[in-house]
């Protein structure tokens, strides 16, 4: 058992395929500081560590309690709680900046997204959980509770180029995938 994972369904938890993409980009990159966006219960901080003992991370959640959770757990790391809409950095601060499943739960994902490229110094991980289709313009579904808004692949990748990245690279490869990652690198 992974440290977390009994907050999340093994099908969420540490090694999760979406995870071992994040661990494997962030050796790939050689991140040497990041900050996680929606941190949860440290699940990716612990999939960090693993990584690369030696990493600068930052944490920060909306939720008090996830907050409260990493930092009895994990006190050696660096934890926030904070609103992706209003990040309390300065610009380019983090070499890597990973948001994952939390796009989908903003009504505007673009602002949401507009900060973590701004705090973002070279790369931006995000990862869509749903609704990335080709006709799924602004639907919303109550979920478990949580509100889940649905975007469209053109309309993602349109704001995404926008930015006039240095390259953007999607996980998986293909477009209308039910769950897709981007990696924006920034000029």
Known sequence: ????????????????????????????????NMLEVGC???VDYAGAMNTNPNIDYTG????PQMIDYCRR???????LQGDIH????????????????VLNHLDDWKAGFSELYRVSQRFVLVN????????????KELRDGYMINFF???????????????AITCYPRDSYQEEVSIL????
């Open 40 to 42: 949860g219960p440290g």
């Open 184 to 187: 924006i690198q920034k000029p």
């Open 1 to 32: 058992m992974h440290p977390g994972d009994f907050l999340q369904s093994p099908e969420e938890g540490y090694d999760k395929a979406v995870r071992q993409l994040y661990r494997a980009l962030l050796s790939m990159l050689n991140v040497q």
């Open 60 to 63: 920060l959640d909306i939720t």
């Open 128 to 139: 869509f959980f749903s609704g990335l289709g080709a006709n799924s313009f602004n639907q």
């Open 152 to 166: 469209d692949w053109n309309e993602v990748m349109s704001e995404i180029y926008s930015y006039n990245p240095l």
């Open 73 to 79: 757990n994990y006190p050696e790391g660096r934890f």
């Open 86 to 101: 209003r990040l309390p950095f300065a610009d380019n601060a983090f070499q890597f900046v990973y948001c994952k499943d």
